[in-house]
C-alpha cells in the first residue's frame, strides 16, 4: 500500500489557449496537511477540480488515495470531501436542514443524521443559529457551515479551497484549530490558501504556485530558510516599516545597510533584525533579485 494519499504527475490544463496548469508534479503522505499557496489566477481551484473528479485533465496523471482520477472516478469520490471556495449549502434551509439533508443523502438512517447534525452544530459553535436560514448567516458561520457539512461522513481525505478567506481573526483560528483535530485523527488535509500565516501554522509541506506552475516546495522552515539570512527593517517613528533588506547578518553587511540607509530616512528611524517570514519568502520567490536590490540601493 502506498504512503501517499496524493500522487500528481505532470499535470497540465488548458481553457481555450490559457495555459492554466502547466505540469504540476506533487506528492502528499497520508496524514499530513499539505497548503497550495498562490496569488489569484495561479490556478489552485483548477487543480482542486481536477483532483476531486470535476474537471478533467489534458496531460498528466493523478491519484488520490491510490486510484486514477480518470479511471476510478467513483472510487476517487468515495475517498474525498471537498469544500469548495463558494458556499455550497442550500440558502434557503437551516444549517439543522443543510445537515440532514446531506446525511440522508450520502446514505444515513435518519437516526443517524440527525445524531450526527447535532454533533456537527455543537463542534462547529453554530447551536444559536442552527434553526435560522443560512440566507441570514454571516460569512463566518458559512464557512463553518461549509466544513460542517464536508464532515458529515467522514472521508480520509479532504480538500478545503480557501477555508478562511473572509473571516475575521477569531472564526479564522477557530478553523485552524478544527483543522488540525482533524490532522489529529489521521486525515489528510489539501488545501489552497493566500495567507502566508495559514500555511505556516498549518501545514506539513507547503508548495507556492505562481502561474500554473510550483515555483517552490519544502517545509515552511525548510522556505524561510532558503532566503537565509537575517531581515534589517528600518521603522519610522511611529513604527512603521519603511524598508526591508534581506541580509547575511554579518556586521559588514548590516553596516553597509546603515551606511547607505543613513542619508534617505528620517533621523528618528530605528532599525529592527529579525529571521526571515513567509512573507518574505514569497516575495522573494515573485521578485527578481535586481529589483530588490534597485529597490534598497537607489
Ligand atoms: N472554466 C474556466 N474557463 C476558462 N478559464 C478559466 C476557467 N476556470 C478558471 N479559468 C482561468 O484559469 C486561471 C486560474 O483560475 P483558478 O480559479 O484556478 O485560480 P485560483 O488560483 O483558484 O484563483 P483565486 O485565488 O482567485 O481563487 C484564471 O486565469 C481563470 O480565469
Ligand atoms: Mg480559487
Do not use: C
Not at 505532470?10 to 496548469?21: E, I, N, P, S, T
Not at 441570514?136 to 464536508?150: E, K, N, T
Not at 551606511?259 to 532599525?271: A, L, N, Q, T
Amino acid at each position: 500500500m502506498s504512503q501517499l494519499a496524493i500522487e500528481i504527475t505532470g499535470l497540465q490544463k488548458k481553457f481555450g489557449q490559457q495555459r492554466v496548469l502547466e505540469g504540476i508534479d506533487l506528492a502528499v503522505p497520508k496524514g499530513k496537511i499539505f497548503a497550495l499557496l498562490g496569488p489569484n489566477g495561479a490556478g489552485k481551484t483548477t487543480l482542486i477540480n481536477i483532483l476531486s473528479t470535476l474537471l478533467a485533465p489534458d496531460a498528466g496523471s493523478a491519484y488520490i488515495a491510490g486510484f486514477d482520477i480518470v479511471n476510478n472516478k467513483e472510487e476517487v469520490k468515495r475517498s474525498i470531501s471537498l469544500t469548495g471556495q463558494f458556499a455550497a449549502v442550500d440558502e434557503m434551509l437551516t444549517a439543522e436542514e443543510n445537515l440532514l439533508m446531506i446525511g440522508r443523502l450520502s446514505g444515513l438512517t435518519r437516526l443517524e443524521s440527525r445524531s450526527r447534525a447535532i454533533e456537527l452544530i455543537e463542534h462547529f459553535d453554530l447551536k444559536d443559529v442552527a434553526r435560522k436560514r443560512v440566507r441570514m448567516y454571516s460569512g463566518g458561520m458559512r464557512r463553518r457551515l461549509d466544513l460542517a457539512v464536508s464532515l458529515v461522513v467522514r472521508k480520509p481525505i479532504m480538500f478545503l479551497d480557501e477555508p478562511t478567506t473572509g473571516l475575521d481573526t477569531r472564526s479564522r483560528r477557530a478553523l485552524w484549530d478544527i483543522i488540525l483535530d482533524l490532522e489529529k485523527e489521521g486525515v489528510t488535509i489539501f488545501l489552497t490558501t493566500q495567507y502566508l500565516e495559514e500555511a505556516d501554522q498549518l501545514a506539513d509541506t507547503i508548495a507556492v504556485i505562481s502561474n500554473g506552475r510550483i515555483v517552490a516546495h519544502g517545509t515552511p522552515e525548510e522556505m524561510k530558510s532558503r532566503i537565509g539570512g537575517e531581515m534589517v527593517e528600518i521603522r519610522s517613528n511611529d513604527d512603521e516599516v519603511i524598508h526591508e533588506i534581506s541580509t547575511s547578518g554579518s556586521i559588514h553587511e548590516i553596516k553597509q545597510i546603515l551606511e547607505k540607509m543613513s542619508s534617505r530616512v528620517p533621523e528618528d528611524s530605528r532599525i529592527n533584525i529579525r529571521r526571515p517570514s513567509l512573507d518574505d519568502v514569497f516575495l522573494a520567490l515573485t521578485t527578481s533579485n535586481k529589483e530588490k536590490n534597485d529597490d534598497v540601493f537607489n
